[in-house]
T-cell receptor, first 114, second 114 residues
Framework: QQPVQSPQAVILREGEDAVINCSSS?????VHWYRQKHGEAPVFLMI?????EQKGHEKISASFNEKKQQSSLYLTASQLSYSGTYFC???????????????FGKGTKLSVIP | DSGVTQTPKHLITATGQRVTLRCSPR?????VYWYQQSLDQGLQFLIQ???????AKGNILERFSAQQFPDLHSELNLSSLELGDSALYFC?????????????FGPGTRLLVL
C-alpha cells in the first residue's frame, strides 16, 4: 500500500525551512528518501531504519517514528538547488508468501524561489 | 552519476509494437529493479532480479517481462504496446537486493507510444 506524502507541493523562498511528511498504514522496516529533478533520475538522500534514528545530509535531515509509521524530512535554510520532487519509499514486512518491496509515495514538489 | 546505465535514453514507437529496454547495474551490485513512472502514478515497482533469479514482482503487466543475464545486465521487454504504456522506465540496482539497502537509479528510458 502506497505511503501518503504531505504536502503535495510547497513553495519556499531561499533560506526558509520546510517539512515533508510520509505516513504508512503498515509497520515498516525502513523509510528511504529520494529527490528527483525534472527529467532526471531519483537521487538517494538517506535511509532510516527501525529505531527512530534521525539522520542528516547537508542541511537536510529526517526522522522515523516507527510507532506512528511516519517519517519526516526536514529542509533547513533552503537553497535553489533543493528544488525538485521528494519521494519517500517505505519497506514493510511482506504479507503471507509475498516478497518485500519498496513502495513510493506520489511525491512532494518543492520549489525554492529567490 | 549513480553508476547505473540504461539504454536507449528515448524510444518512440507505435501501438502494438514490442520494445526492449536495457540496464547495466553498478559494478558489484547483484540486484536490479525496474520501475515505471507516469505523471499520475508516481514510481511504480515492476519487478526485481537478484543474481539472475526473479526475486519480487510488483505491478507488472502480463505483456511485460524481464530477465537478468549472467553478466548481471537486465532487459525489460514490453509487448503489444498501448498508449498508456508511455512513461519513464527506471532501472535501479543494489548490492544484494535485501531489506534496508539503498537503491541507485539509472537515468531512465523515456518511452512514447503513438
Amino acid at each position: 500500500q502506497q505511503p501518503v506524502q504531505s504536502p503535495q507541493a510547497v513553495i519556499l523562498r531561499e533560506g526558509e525551512d520546510a517539512v515533508i511528511n510520509c505516513s504508512s498504514s503498515k509497520a515498516l522496516y525502513s523509510v528511504h528518501w529520494y529527490r528527483q529533478k525534472h527529467g532526471e533520475a531519483p537521487v538517494f538522500l538517506m535511509i532510516l531504519l527501525k529505531g527512530g534514528e534521525q539522520k542528516g545530509h547537508e542541511k537536510i535531515s529526517a526522522s522515523f517514528n516507527e510507532k506512528k509509521q511516519q517519517s519526516s524530512l526536514y529542509l533547513t535554510a533552503s537553497q535553489l538547488s533543493y528544488s525538485g520532487t521528494y519521494f519517500c519509499g517505505t519497506e514493510a514486512p511482506p504479507v503471507g508468501a509475498g516478497s518485500y518491496q519498496l513502495t513510493f509515495g506520489k511525491g512532494t514538489k518543492l520549489s525554492v524561489i529567490p | 552519476d549513480s553508476g547505473v546505465t540504461q539504454t536507449p535514453k528515448h524510444l518512440i514507437t507505435a501501438t502494438g509494437q514490442r520494445v526492449t529496454l536495457r540496464c547495466s547495474p553498478r559494478s558489484g551490485d547483484l540486484s536490479v529493479y525496474w520501475y515505471q513512472q507516469s505523471l499520475d502514478q508516481g514510481l511504480q515497482f515492476l519487478i526485481q532480479y537478484y543474481n539472475g533469479e526473479e526475486r519480487a514482482k510488483g505491478n507488472i503487466l502480463e505483456r511485460f517481462s524481464a530477465q537478468q543475464f549472467p553478466d548481471l545486465h537486465s532487459e525489460l521487454n514490453l509487448s503489444s504496446l498501448e498508449l498508456g504504456d508511455s512513461a519513464l522506465y527506471f532501472c535501479a540496482s543494489s548490492i544484494r537486493g535485501g531489506i534496508q539497502e539503498t537503491q541507485y537509479f539509472g537515468p531512465g528510458t523515456r518511452l512514447l507510444v503513438l
